[in-house]
T-cell receptor, first 115, second 115 residues
Framework: DAGVIQSPRHEVTEMGQEVTLRCKPI?????LFWYRQTMMRGLELLIY????????DSGMPEDRFSAKMPNASFSTLKIQPSEPRDSAVYFC?????????????FGSGTRLTVV | AQKVTQAQTEISVVEKEDVTLDCVYE???????LFWYKQPPSGELVFLIR??????QNEISGRYSWNFQKSTSSFNFTITASQVVDSAVYFC????????????FGTGTRLKVLA
């Protein structure tokens, strides 16, 4: 298995632009998570899906952020409009179930820089 | 409140030294899970170990060992005979079965192993 695949690896965009981050979870995993990592706040859960349904989006910072999971093999995290404070590494992770019995498998992350 | 504290921000050791990374957690749940993840310089997050709240047996995997003590709410990680390849940021995480089933990560400990 190729693991959790995220694209792009790096994204540099100007403030105000729309940014879309993509994630392909491991085949057969039914839970998908989006995390953001910054020096100041560490790893924060933004949203997670179970069987393609958003279960908890309480970590989504504001309305500028949205996430979708149209099918079991694809998810997107969109920021519109982007702001410099959104600069961070965004990780996608997947697991079988809610990860109580298994660790997550994380993707390699997308490093977003908003200038 | 649920919380994970990794008080050591950064540790430097010389190769072949033993090093212990501390993790203290807070939860009122009786059922919970504790994890350690490694984040090497390449950026991905790698699952190392899972321990549930009913299993206080220590675990050893090669040069890695984990000491779980419920009496002190600690789940410490020891690397024996450290190597340069162990240089990474290590995260401790708490997963509880109440609420919305999500990880709470500590802020991480950066380990530098010097040759």
């Amino acid at each position: 298995d190729a693991g959790v695949i995220q694209s792009p690896r790096h994204e540099v965009t100007e403030m105000g632009q729309e940014v879309t981050l993509r994630c392909k979870p491991i085949s057969g995993h039914n839970s998908l998570f989006w995390y953001r990592q910054t020096m100041m706040r560490g790893l924060e859960l933004l949203i997670y899906f179970n069987n393609n349904v958003p279960i908890d989006d309480s970590g989504m910072p504001e309305d500028r952020f949205s996430a979708k999971m149209p099918n079991a093999s694809f998810s997107t995290l969109k920021i519109q409009p982007s702001e410099p404070r959104d600069s961070a590494v965004y990780f996608c992770a997947s697991s079988l179930g809610t990860a109580s019995n298994y660790g997550y498998t994380f993707g390699s992350g997308t490093r977003l820089t908003v200038v | 409140a649920q919380k994970v504290t990794q008080a050591q921000t950064e540790i430097s050791v010389v190769e072949k030294e033993d090093v212990t990374l501390d993790c203290v957690y807070e939860t009122r749940d009786t059922t919970y899970y504790l994890f350690w993840y490694k984040q090497p310089p390449s950026g991905e997050l790698v699952f190392l170990i899972r321990r549930n709240s009913f299993d206080e047996q220590n675990e050893i995997s090669g040069r890695y060992s984990w000491n779980f003590q419920k009496s002190t709410s600690s789940f410490n990680f020891t690397i024996t005979a450290s190597q340069v390849v162990d240089s990474a940021v290590y995260f401790c995480a708490l997963f509880t079965t109440s609420g919305t089933y999500k990880y709470i990560f500590g802020t991480g400990t950066r380990l530098k192993v010097l040759a």
